[in-house]
């Protein structure tokens, strides 16, 4: 099974209604990272969260890890078409510091 | 943040063909560097892991005489991937992570298409 799930898979969401993407890891998290990506080009640094029960917000966007540090969420206030894309969570389990990504979640705005 | 560059953006090649990519850290000494590949409508499945000055530590799977990996300093490694085949055609994504923080920052990616 995967190490680190991530859900949806897809979201269609009208302009200007909210969401939340989550990412579910089976160990635990020693750094949680949130990208955005435009298919078929490079991965835009959305957050990082490191300790239990961070949050962190960039202009719309929100990242928490819960304490238990095994799943974090993404949520974006108000979504606009800009907002489209795949999110990408992608963790550090202290393996070799690489990061394990999560298959990502395709987000459609519809104006 | 941090700025990452890889060159090119984009690749076509005949198969049996060398290609190489390079990946740059452009405002920090990437201590590490990554190199993922992705397929379409996949995620991002990590390579190598190169340390500067020392030999890059394969994934399970990944061939490393197939895909030649080089970071001969702080600032740069190559992949080369040797003998191309249509197979090899994807996506690849290199990240340094250096300096202050243990952010990892993201190359814009190379699209190699073999023939």
């Known amino acids: 099974s995967q190490e680190l799930e991530q859900s949806p898979q897809s979201l269609i969401v009208q302009e200007g209604k909210n969401l939340t993407i989550n990412c579910t890891s089976s160990?635990?998290?020693?750094?949680l990272y949130w990208y955005k990506q435009k298919y078929g080009e490079g991965l835009i640094f959305l957050m990082m969260?490191?300790?239990?029960?961070e949050e962190k917000s960039h202009e719309k966007i929100t990242a928490k890890l819960d304490e238990k540090k095994q799943q974090s969420s993404l949520h974006i206030t108000a979504s606009q078409p800009s907002h489209a894309g795949i999110y990408l969570c992608?963790?550090?389990?202290?393996?070799?510091?690489?990061?394990?990504f999560g298959k990502g979640t395709k987000l459609s705005v519809k104006p | 943040g941090a700025v990452v560059s890889q060159h090119p953006s984009r690749v076509i090649c005949k198969s049996g063909t060398s290609v190489k990519i390079e990946c740059r850290s452009l405002?920090?000494?990437?201590?590490?560097m990554f190199w993922y590949r992705q397929f379409p409508k996949q995620s991002l499945m990590l390579m190598a892991t190169?340390?500067?000055?020392?030999?890059?530590?394969?994934e399970q799977g990944v061939e490393k005489d197939k895909f030649l990996i080089n970071h001969a300093s702080l600032t740069l490694s190559t992949l080369t991937v040797t003998s191309a085949h249509p197979e090899d055609s994807s996506f690849y994504i290199c990240?340094?992570?250096?300096?202050?923080?243990?952010?990892?920052?993201f190359g814009p990616g190379t699209r190699l298409t073999v023939l």
């Open positions: 190169s340390n500067e000055g020392s030999k890059a530590t394969y």
């Open positions: 405002d920090f000494q990437a201590t590490t």
């Open positions: 992608g963790a550090d389990l202290r393996s070799q510091g690489n990061l394990i």
């Open positions: 160990k635990t998290l020693y750094g």
């Open positions: 990240s340094a992570t250096g300096g202050a923080t243990d952010t990892q920052y």
């Open positions: 969260l490191q300790k239990g029960g």
